[in-house]
């Protein structure tokens, strides 16, 4: 059991890094991120070259899929870039606190209330590319 909760972290915390490093990459090319507000799992606008090898278009290893949106409010706040892994139809992310505190606690600060990581609308874990 252990076992597949770390494996299931380090998948997300790999998958993120990834990501962050490639809506980065097209930020540093043209100046600015990508539109968002697609749906999640779906490509953002010129970001195709960037996330097509990787796992973008599929469930993430907690369920759900990623989405990227900017200026996202989320928890009170307003955030220029953030990944979301957001629920669609039956297939919901996992609201497994042991799961998502130890990702926190292995990226970020470990309170899921605040930082990089944490719940944000609808308890949907939040990644913060840009406050």
């Given at each position: 059991?252990?076992?597949?909760?770390?494996?299931?972290?380090?998948?997300?915390?790999?998958?993120?890094?990834?990501?962050a490093?490639?809506?980065?990459?097209?930020?540093?090319?043209?100046?600015?991120?990508?539109?968002?507000?697609?749906?999640?799992g779906?490509?953002?606008?010129?970001?195709e070259?960037?996330?097509?090898?990787?796992n973008?278009?599929?469930v993430?290893?907690?369920?759900?899929?990623?989405?990227?949106?900017t200026q996202?409010?989320?928890q009170?706040?307003?955030?220029?870039?953030?990944i979301?892994?957001?629920?669609?139809?039956?297939?919901?992310v996992?609201?497994?606190?042991i799961?998502?505190?130890?990702?926190?606690?292995?990226?970020?600060?470990?309170?899921?209330?605040?930082?990089?990581?944490?719940?944000?609308?609808?308890?949907?874990?939040?990644?913060?590319?840009?406050?």
């Open positions: 059991m252990r076992n597949a909760l770390n494996a299931r972290s380090s998948a997300v915390m790999n998958d993120l890094r990834v990501y490093g490639a809506f980065q990459a097209y930020a540093q090319e043209h100046g600015d991120w990508p539109p968002g507000g697609e749906a999640p779906a490509f953002p606008p010129g970001m070259g960037y996330l097509n090898q990787t973008w278009g599929r993430t290893p907690i369920g759900g899929y990623y989405q990227f949106a996202s409010p989320q009170g706040g307003r955030y220029a870039a953030v979301i892994i957001a629920s669609v139809g039956g297939n919901q996992s609201s497994d606190s799961q998502l505190s130890d990702i926190d606690r292995k990226f970020d600060d470990g309170n899921l209330a605040t930082g990089n990581f944490f719940l944000g609308y609808r308890n949907y874990p939040v990644f913060v590319l840009e406050h």
